[in-house]
């Protein structure tokens, strides 16, 4: 079973940036959509960003012109460049990988801590 591992979560203070990376474990076919996905302690898993393999991009209203997602055709990775971020960043963030007829893969998640 192909897997998704995220990286470059940590600890960073407001106004700092960090960019996180999804890479696929083996091969992926089939891909429709990559995204972004959050979830702060006591809220629902909320949408970050989402790419479409036309590279339409979609974002949420409260990262919009802060998060930059981005994604690699060749290597199957989704990235996302996050700047100025904010204490209400903090969350566990996830990636997905949307595919046609065999569904939906999810991360493990990676830790964004930001400070104020």
């Known amino acids: 079973q192909v897997q998704l591992v995220e990286s470059g979560g940590g600890l960073v203070q407001a106004g700092g940036s960090l960019r996180l990376s999804c890479a696929p474990s083996?091969?992926?076919?089939?891909?429709?959509?990559m995204g972004w996905y959050r979830q702060a302690p006591g809220k629902q898993r909320e949408l970050v960003a989402t790419?479409?393999?036309?590279?339409?991009?979609n974002y949420a209203d409260s990262v919009k012109g802060r998060f930059t997602i981005s994604r690699d055709i060749a290597k199957k990775m989704v990235y996302l460049q996050m700047d100025s971020l904010r204490p209400e960043d903090t969350a566990v963030y996830f990636c997905?990988?949307?595919?046609?007829?065999?569904?939906?893969?999810w991360g493990q998640g990676t830790q964004v801590t930001v400070s104020s």
């Open positions: 083996g091969s992926i076919f089939n891909i429709v959509a």
């Open positions: 790419i479409t393999g036309t590279s339409n991009t």
């Open positions: 997905k990988v949307s595919r046609r007829l065999t569904g939906d893969l």
